[in-house]
């Protein structure tokens, strides 16, 4: 496996492997078995596969923990080598955001809902980042988990829209035996603060029951009032919506999805799952 560092170096590696189909996983890096699992799928598919490593300063706001996000390239570097991934691409923040850059991409629409809403300038530093990414790497297929679901919808859009020639493929979540899905942010949970996690999952998998019952605007407030029960914080959203769009549910057959971002203490967890 290689480290590359640098354009030229990418260029090359690039070059020498032009006529293989490459699968990229795009990761800000403290990876877990969620961003190994998307690196295996790529395996499966493609002939070469390539993994970024970049904490992404675009998409944090001010206040957001960009400063204290696990940066641990080494134990990552090997955690993909034992998975057979063929190079790593490790940019700098120099290299991405040189001097003088002024240039960021946005979908319009989606990014100001749920997450968005919340985090105004977030989907803007995703969107940005990922274009970067798939020009300097040239893709054949990229991974993203359904963890990030907005996320997911968020890029498949862009890449459509500017016919980037990239197949965008979503996977599913990894979860830990209790559930609860993995996250790097999970890190900052204590042990008591996990187990309260944990309970999220749960009461998602409790509204595929209720759904039959409860019109989707009782069932979210049920949900929002579960899960603040359950010992999280604060809870920004639950929302069902339509599982390509993200926009409310207009008619009973659309296909939907449960999305939900709650805090415990000053970590925040997202999750979400099909209806």
Known sequence: MIIL?????????????????????????????????????????????????????????????????????????????????????????????????????????????????FRPTHFDGVTTVVAKLFGQVRPTRAYFGEKDYQQLQVIQRMTKDLNINVDVIGCPIVRDAQGLALSSRNAYLSDAEIEIARRLNQILKGAKERFEVDSITQLEKELKRAILDAGFDKVDYVAIRNASSLMPIENASEAMRILVAATINKTRLIDNMPL
């Open 5 to 117: 560092n640098t354009c030229a170096a990418l260029n090359d590696w690039r070059e020498t492997h032009s006529l293989k189909s490459i699968g990229f996983a795009p990761t800000m890096g403290a990876l877990h078995e969620g961003h190994l699992s998307l690196c295996e799928r790529a395996k499966a598919d493609n002939d070469i596969v390539i993994a970024s490593i970049f904490v992404n300063p675009t998409q944090f706001a001010p206040h957001e923990d960009f400063d204290s996000y696990p940066r641990t390239l080494e134990a990552d570097a090997k955690k993909l080598e034992q998975i057979g991934v063929d190079a790593i691409w490790a940019p700098t923040p120099e290299i991405m955001y040189p001097e003088g850059f002024k240039t960021t991409v946005h979908v319009d629409g989606m990014t100001q809902i749920l997450e968005g809403a």
